[in-house]
């Protein structure tokens, strides 16, 4: 069994942040910021921030992470994907990263981790995939919101 996860307490009233959602047998992220490419990035320390304690992460490697898909909400599926598929094949935690370059229909950025060490990194939950359930993503003047539950 997992370990209990440590869940970050983060105002609403932040400039940017995320938080989880209770969801029946999965866990939701609603992450937020300024703009598109600062959402990305908080939706992604969401994700990695179930899995391991994002402060316990050192960061010793890069990885570039990048997706492409339309519309910008599917889009934001495919690159949480393509980064529980990097952490399921190579075991790469992230530290922290860069802030992502969002196009149209792609997404790159480059990652700040290491691999997982048993000894340091405290497991939390194993996150399966992102989904399209409940999916959401709202651009509104000064704030993008996005919501994703992902499958654990």
């Known amino acids: ?14 400039d940017e942040g995320f938080r989880y959602l209770d969801v029946a047998a999965d866990v939701g992220v ?38 492409q898909g339309e519309p910008l909400d599917a889009l934001l599926v495919q690159w949480l994907n393509e980064a529980i598929y990097l952490h399921d094949i190579e075991g790469f935690v992230l530290h922290d990263l860069e802030l992502p370059e969002v196009g149209p229909a792609r997404v790159h950025a480059l990652l700040r981790g290491e691999a997982v060490d048993p000894t340091r990194h405290p497991r939390g939950l194993l996150v399966k995939a992102a989904t399209f359930h409940d999916l959401a993503l709202v651009q509104e003047p000064g704030r993008v919101t996005a919501r994703v539950i992902l499958d654990i």
């Open 30 to 67: 609603e992450a937020w910021a300024p703009d598109l490419p600062g959402c990305f990035r908080q939706a992604l320390r969401g994700l990695f921030s179930l899995i391991v304690p994002l402060d316990s992460v050192r960061p010793v490697e890069t990885r570039e992470l990048a997706a």
């Open 1 to 14: 069994m997992p370990a209990r996860v440590r869940r970050p307490r983060v105002s609403q009233a932040s």
